[in-house]
């Protein structure tokens, strides 16, 4: 069956240390996947898209890596702040047609001052 | 920045009743848009797929005659909710993609702040 596994458990890190959150997917084969934030009680906000051909990609504080041989994305947020913390989800569309995205259970961060 | 905006943001309402969300892409115009409910602690499912001047296509198991969608404008996409029940209580969100622009463009979905639906 077709999954996304983002770890369930909260994330907790001190301020200043990198946050590195772990997206897995199980019968798909992305040609881009994306990555959303979402604070609660409102709606994601997009971060960053990584194309299949790319290996990584960096946006200020942010980095995601794409290992479509580990079928794996990793999310990396460096000199983490307390303003970091939130959900972050990542996602993907199922079938190269398919214009809607399929997300992940998204990994709740928690950075502590 | 795209920006999408949701309406009402919470709504309390009686079983029986009918409640209307609307979606508005302030910037951009948005052929498609989506519906996504979410669940406490659970992730975004999407509810349907709305199309500008067709029919809605909905994922299995949404029932179309609950949860009925107009997407009438190229700016505007409404979700009513007909005849709430309590199981129906959940956190709605819309989202947009542009309309022109490269493959990637077209790839990000920007959401709404979400509705928080209550049924009593």
């Known amino acids: 069956s077709q999954k996304i596994e983002q770890n369930s458990e909260a994330l907790n890190i001190q301020e200043g240390k990198t946050a590195t959150l772990t997206c897995n997917y199980t019968n798909y084969s992305p040609a881009y996947l994306q990555w959303y934030r979402q604070d609660p009680g409102r709606g994601p906000v997009f971060l960053l898209l990584?194309?299949?051909?790319?290996k990584e990609k960096r946006k200020e504080r942010l980095k995601v890596t794409f290992d479509t041989t580990l079928k794996q994305s990793l999310f990396h947020i460096t000199a983490s702040q307390p303003a970091d913390s939130a959900t972050y989800l990542c996602a993907l569309h199922a079938t190269p047609g398919r214009r809607a995205l399929t997300f992940g259970s998204g990994t709740r961060l928690q950075v502590q001052p | 920045g795209a920006v999408v905006s949701q309406h009402p943001s919470r709504v309390i309402c009686k079983s029986g009743t009918s409640v209307k969300i609307e979606c508005r892409s302030l910037?951009?115009?948005?052929?498609?848009m989506f519906w996504y409910r979410q669940f406490p602690k659970q992730s975004l499912m999407l509810m349907a797929t709305?199309?500008?001047?067709?029919?809605?296509?909905?994922e299995q198991g949404v029932e179309k005659d609950k949860f009925l969608i107009n997407h009438a404008s190229l700016t505007l996409s409404t979700l009513t909710v007909t005849s709430a029940h309590p199981e129906d209580s959940s956190f709605y969100i819309c989202?947009?993609?542009?309309?022109?622009?490269?493959?990637?463009?077209?790839?990000?979905?920007?959401f709404g702040a979400g509705t928080r639906l209550s049924v009593l």
């Open positions: 910037d951009f115009q948005a052929t498609t």
């Open positions: 709305s199309n500008e001047g067709s029919k809605a296509t909905y």
């Open positions: 989202s947009a993609r542009v309309s022109s622009g490269g493959a990637i463009a077209k790839n990000i979905q920007y």
């Open positions: 990584i194309r299949e051909n790319e």
